[in-house]
């Protein structure tokens, strides 16, 4: 199958493994340019009401799973006046519903795919809002830059993930937050855990949300395989239902036996 070959590839090197995904992403971007597919991330659902209540105007309503995951990751310190980055932005939901709804000084997505910087900068118009293209592992920014930087759904595509936390480490402020969110394979939880010990940064808090994203996937499911029927060549629907975690997908039942896990961090510069 498509989708087993090209997991395969990925697994033979770091450099193929980031040149696989930034082509698929732009591959992504390309095919499908409309503005209604804002977030690629598989949600949040507020199954302990963590989040509180969030007014979300009406053209955003469709997106409240995608954005409550961008919710839960970003306020985890205060946002409003900061220079925030979003490293992986992806076609720019995410970032633009921190620069719209929780007010930094700056908010600049950046994203490996040139095809995704456009899209988002076509899509996203906001004044305190960029977009540009760059590499996680090769941050295009001066030291001590940010006071927040957030990683969403991104970092599992990444060929180095020490080189890429050394780089947040790096372009973050002193007293800086580094707010991550991502999926695992539960064989690779330990090495994950050692790249943050590792790196510099003072753990805040973490969580397992595994359980909020399942319950985020089964809801948004019949529309995302609405949406594939509808728009996607034949031969590739079986490869995008597995990218985007339907039932019955490996991905959504690896969630389900715990063989995958969702995870996320939240650290300080000190």
């Not at 302990?48 to 105007?57: M, P, Q, T």
């Not at 239902?241 to 991905?251: G, H, P, R, Y």
Request: hydrophobic residues 35%; negative net charge; charged residues 20%.
């Amino acid at each position: 199958m498509i989708e087993r070959f090209f997991i395969y590839l990925t697994e033979l090197s770091p450099k193929l493994k980031r040149g696989l995904w930034r082509w698929w992403y732009q591959f992504l971007a390309k095919s499908y340019q409309k503005p209604d597919v804002q977030f690629m991330n598989y949600g949040f659902s507020d199954l302990n009401s963590e989040l509180g209540s969030i007014h979300l105007k009406e053209k955003d309503e469709p997106y409240r799973y995608c954005i409550q995951l961008y919710h839960y990751v970003a306020t985890a310190t205060e946002v409003k006046g900061k220079q925030v980055l979003e490293v992986g932005s992806g076609r720019g939901g995410g970032a633009a519903y921190i620069a719209g709804y929780l007010e930094p000084e700056s908010m600049i997505g950046v994203d490996f795919a040139e095809r995704n910087a456009q899209l988002s900068r076509q899509i996203h118009q906001l004044p305190n809002l960029s977009f540009q293209q760059g590499d996680a592992e090769a941050l295009p920014f001066a030291d001590n830059t940010f006071e927040l930087v957030v990683n969403v759904e991104s970092s599992h595509c990444y060929g180095s993930m020490k080189q890429f936390v050394q780089e947040v480490s790096r372009v973050l402020k002193p007293g800086g937050i580094f707010s991550w969110a991502d999926l695992r394979p539960l064989d690779q939880v330990e090495n994950l855990k050692k790249t943050f010990a590792e790196s510099g940064l003072q753990e805040v808090k973490s969580a397992e949300i595994t359980p909020n994203v399942l319950e985020a996937l089964a809801s948004l499911d019949q529309p995302k395989q609405n949406f594939i029927q509808t728009y996607v060549p034949s031969f590739l629907q079986h490869s995008l239902q597995e990218f985007t975690a339907v039932k019955d997908s490996q991905m959504y039942q690896g969630f389900q036996t715990g063989q995958m896990v969702y995870l996320s961090y939240v650290f300080r510069k000190e």
